[in-house]
């Protein structure tokens, strides 16, 4: 079984600074293997507190798409949680290398906690995940940091993340080669004209119009894509381009093998 529990569904700094929407990251299962991504503020909080509760001493690894905050804040506290408090040496941390050097989010006396350390690079992989999950890296996204997407195969599932960082040429394409069957997209913005490192609903509408994976998931949302309702713009979607289209909520759970059997049926 594959499954998906948002733990946060919130980005950008006001949503996150004001808790509008959580900002835990996801925890994946593929099978056996229990994976936490971008770790946000609040994400060993939010882990604990779902019924029945995410375990981090059954974590097998943690994985930072790139080390702004609201995707990295936890991520000591949770290496520590996963690791009994540094005594028991144990799961993989997987990052970009920048967030472990200068201006580094991943302490170093808590990165010796884990079994292993993996500085990921563009279009890097597989990197293995236990015992039966491989996971291959995207192009280099536009952003302030060292960012990078990343596709996750575990025998017939495959599950990519696309997270923040502006649009460009070639992204699009990028996703759509690793034929995902569920694709999770960060949309922080509506409709702006701010220059920013994030994606507008249109773009990423049109990302998931290239790839076209059975399911699309869109969260991380900014104040204005709160406001113009996310649900309906997902129900508006999933109408126009005929597949599966979820505005994730906080503690939603995305049963992958239900949601992609659904639509093939």
């Known amino acids: ?8 569904t919130g980005g950008a700094r006001f949503v996150v600074a004001r808790q509008i929407r959580a900002s835990g990251g996801m925890w994946m299962r593929f099978g056996e293997t229990q ?10 909080v939010r882990a ?6 995410c375990n981090p001493r059954e974590l097998d690894a943690i994985v930072l798409s790139h080390k702004h905050l609201d995707h990295s804040c936890d991520v000591n506290a949770m290496i520590e949680a996963m690791t009994a408090g540094g005594f028991r040496r144990r799961g993989a941390i997987l990052a970009p290398a920048d967030a472990f050097e200068d201006g580094a989010v991943i302490l170093p006396y808590a990165a010796r ?12 992989g597989p990197y293995r995940i236990g015992e039966d999950v491989e996971l291959r890296t995207s192009i280099a996204h536009l952003h302030a940091a060292q960012t990078y997407g990343m596709h996750f195969s575990h025998g017939q599932t495959r599950v990519s993340y696309l997270p923040c960082g502006r649009w460009f040429e070639g992204l699009a394409e990028d996703y759509a080669s690793h034929r995902p069957q569920v694709l999770i997209v960060n949309v922080l913005r509506y409709s702006d004209g701010l220059k920013v490192d994030h994606l507008t609903w249109e773009q990423a509408r049109r990302i998931v119009e290239t ?7 869109f969260q991380h949302f900014g104040t204005k894509m709160l406001e113009a309702g996310p649900q309906r ?20 759970v995305l049963d992958v093998e239900t949601e992609v059997a659904a639509v093939a049926g």
């Open 211 to 217: 790839v076209r994976p059975q399911v699309a998931v």
């Open 35 to 44: 994976i936490h991504v971008d770790p946000g503020p609040g994400a060993l």
């Open 48 to 53: 604990l507190s779902q019924m029945p509760p």
């Open 113 to 124: 906690f884990a079994e292993s350390v993996v500085h990921v690079e563009a279009s890097g």
């Open 233 to 252: 713009l997902a129900q508006q979607l999933e109408d126009d381009l005929g597949l599966r289209a979820i505005a994730a909520h906080d503690g939603m």
């Open 1 to 8: 079984m594959t499954s998906i529990r948002f733990l946060g």
